[in-house]
Nanobody
């Protein structure tokens, strides 16, 4: 089992940027599909982005496409989410997910390992 710890959240003004990090406990994550999800107050957790080890190597939710970028540093066992042009609608707790079980990359239930989440708040 891989342990995940997110960091990098905070308060930012609309139009600003943040970079989230997810530290994984295993020695290597290069064979892992890893993803970011988010949960806004009163809403279900939703898919944001996924980093796979097969082409096209990344998928994004339509709501973040062109603004967010997922990346990974396998040598450091780190997953990142670069978030630009943030809006209040991006306010949520952001979760790192791993241990993909197969099937739909965008489904919460396809992952069995989750971090504790990091809060992102975007003010207008």
């Amino acid at each position: 089992q891989v342990q995940l710890v997110e960091s990098g959240g905070g308060l930012v003004q609309a139009g600003g940027s943040l970079r989230l990090s997810c530290a994984a406990s295993r020695n290597t994550i290069n064979s892992y599909t890893m993803a970011w999800f988010r949960q806004a107050p009163g809403k279900d957790r939703e898919f944001v982005a996924v980093s796979t080890f097969i082409e096209p190597y990344a998928y994004y939710a339509d709501s973040v496409k062109g603004r967010f970028a997922i990346s990974r540093d396998n040598a450091k066992n780190m997953l990142y989410l670069e978030m630009n042009s943030l809006s209040p609608e991006d306010t949520a707790v952001y979760y790192c997910a791993a241990n993909f079980q197969g099937g739909n990359y965008f489904a919460e239930g396809a992952y069995t390992n989750w971090g504790q989440g990091t809060q992102v708040t975007v003010s207008s």
